[in-house]
């Protein structure tokens, strides 16, 4: 069975700090992994996607993730933090196209000026 | 860009009630999905649905709940007799498959009295 490991429920960086979440996965094939942010009241925005071509996936806003499989890890980054970042953010793995999305637990960046 | 529609945005309900969720796809989408994450806890599947009928269910999905795509466009979940944990917010999403992404709509949140 797929999971999903989010370290840091909650993650605080000043703003034009790097940002970095973490997600680690665990998959008996080849994941479709993806990150998605969810602002408050709203629902969840893709912000990119890896389906095994490139290791390293860039998204919208400026953020990217790269895919290490030796590390079962597939960690979001943007270089410079901004204000309007501060959302929720959620990894989410599946084993095919057209199957359910297994979810981590979430990571809440708080932006601080 | 074309967005995934979920009314209404909250619902409340008493308990032993029925309640009716309802979704408006993306028009070219064929695989559906209902998710729901309850208050500070992950983004948990329910069911998914492709060619009018079910493709996959979660334990979550008992014999309370039912899915339907009435007329072609809309997709609705139903629980026929609430209780108070089905207080959640219930996520709509919508690909046209292979390799492509969900795209979710914002969500209804319901809650149970």
């Known amino acids: 069975a797929q999971s999903v490991t989010q370290l840091g429920s909650h993650v605080s960086v000043s703003e034009g700090a790097l940002v970095l979440l973490r997600c680690n996965y665990s998959s008996s094939v080849p994941p479709y992994l993806f990150w998605y942010v969810q602002y408050p009241n709203q629902g969840l925005q893709l912000l990119l996607k890896y389906t095994s071509a490139a290791t390293l996936v860039k998204g919208i806003n400026g953020f990217e993730a790269e895919f290490k499989k030796s590390e079962t890890s597939f960690h979001l980054t943007k270089p410079s933090a901004h204000m309007s970042d501060a959302a929720e953010y959620f990894c989410?793995?599946?084993?095919?196209?057209?199957?359910?999305?297994?979810f981590g637990k979430g990571t809440r960046l708080s932006v601080i000026a | 860009e074309p967005e995934v529609t979920q009314t209404p945005s909250h619902q409340v309900t008493q308990m032993g009630q029925e309640v009716i969720l309802r979704c408006v796809p993306i028009?070219?989408?064929?695989?559906f999905y209902w998710y729901r994450q309850i208050l500070g806890q992950k983004v948990e599947f329910l069911v998914s649905f492709y060619n009018n009928e079910i493709s996959e269910k979660s334990e979550i999905f008992d014999d309370q709940f039912s899915v339907e795509r009435p007329d072609g466009s809309n997709f609705t979940l139903k629980i026929r007799s609430t209780k108070l944990e089905d207080s959640a917010m219930y996520f709509c999403a919508s690909e046209t498959g292979g390799n492509q992404p969900q795209h979710f709509g914002d969500g209804t949140r319901l809650s149970i009295l």
């Open positions: 989410a793995v599946r084993d095919r196209g057209t199957t359910p999305l297994v």
């Open positions: 028009s070219n989408h064929l695989y």
